[in-house]
T-cell receptor, first 118, second 114 residues
Framework: AQKITQTQPGMFVQEKEAVTLDCTYD???????LFWYKQPSSGEMIFLIY??????QNATEGRYSLNFQKARKSANLVISASQLGDSAMYFC???????????????FGQGTILTVHP | DAGITQSPRYKITETGRQVTLMCHQT?????MFWYRQDLGHGLRLIYY???????DKGEVPDGYVVSRSKTENFPLTLESATRSQTSVYFC?????????????FGPGTRLLVL
């Protein structure tokens, strides 16, 4: 199975500081997409940011950026200037490209619980 | 805009009963998915559908049945519920299957099987 690994079950950060959530992945696909989702305590899954395997620049969306290192197969999420509302579970996921066994499907990591302290 | 909705949001049932979870999306997305979320496992794909009348198994399909007669609906049926199917179920959709297409999730259904 092409696995997604999030090695940090829980992370703590002080409000207004930056935090990095780790994600590494296995894949034999030539093309693929990497996604991060946020799941607050209310339970919904909120899409945050996307990085394509062919993208040369790291993706950014407001306070979220993705530190993509293709050779290392890592796609770490960086949250700058943390806010109390960032406290949530964060999931890394990968979607395979055409021709691969995981085409169209998302594979998720087990998640990291982020707690932001005031 | 309604987006993607799931019903019921909460369900309690008994072992052996049939249960159907509904999913409806208003975007006319081609692809739809069912996931279950359990502690320690993240989200795992149960079934997915690339279009009306086209469905395929995911990682954990046993004990589940799906159908997709209309593009906007993708019901998930537990034919004979077991306690191990107690979980949170998420429906998702995307406009296409390409790797760059984002999947958008419904609010989830919490299912308890007694």
């Amino acid at each position: 199975a092409q696995k997604i690994t999030q090695t940090q079950p829980g992370m703590f950060v002080q409000e207004k500081e930056a935090v990095t959530l780790d994600c590494t992945y296995d894949t034999s696909d030539q093309s693929y997409g990497l996604f991060w989702y946020k799941q607050p305590s209310s339970g919904e899954m909120i899409f945050l940011i996307y990085q394509g395997s062919y993208d040369e620049q790291n993706a950014t969306e407001g306070r979220y950026s993705l530190n993509f290192q293709k050779a290392r197969k890592s796609a770490n999420l960086v949250i700058s200037a943390s806010q109390l509302g960032d406290s949530a579970m964060y999931f890394c996921a990968r979607r395979g490209g055409a021709g691969g066994t995981s085409y169209g499907k998302l594979t998720f990591g087990q998640g990291t619980i982020l707690t932001v302290h005031p | 805009d309604a987006g993607i909705t799931q019903s019921p949001r909460y369900k309690i049932t008994e072992t052996g009963r049939q249960v159907t979870l509904m999913c409806h999306q208003t975007w006319s997305h081609s692809y739809m998915f069912w996931y279950r979320q359990d502690l320690g496992h993240g989200l795992r794909l149960i079934y997915y559908s690339a279009a009306a009348d086209i469905t395929d198994k995911g990682e954990v399909p046993d004990g589940y049945v799906v159908s997709r007669s209309k593009t906007e609906n993708f019901p998930l049926t537990l034919e004979s519920a077991t306690r191990s199917q107690t979980s949170v179920y998420f429906c998702a959709s995307s406009s296409a299957g390409a790797f760059q297409e984002t999947q958008y999730f419904g609010p989830g259904t919490r299912l308890l099987v007694l």
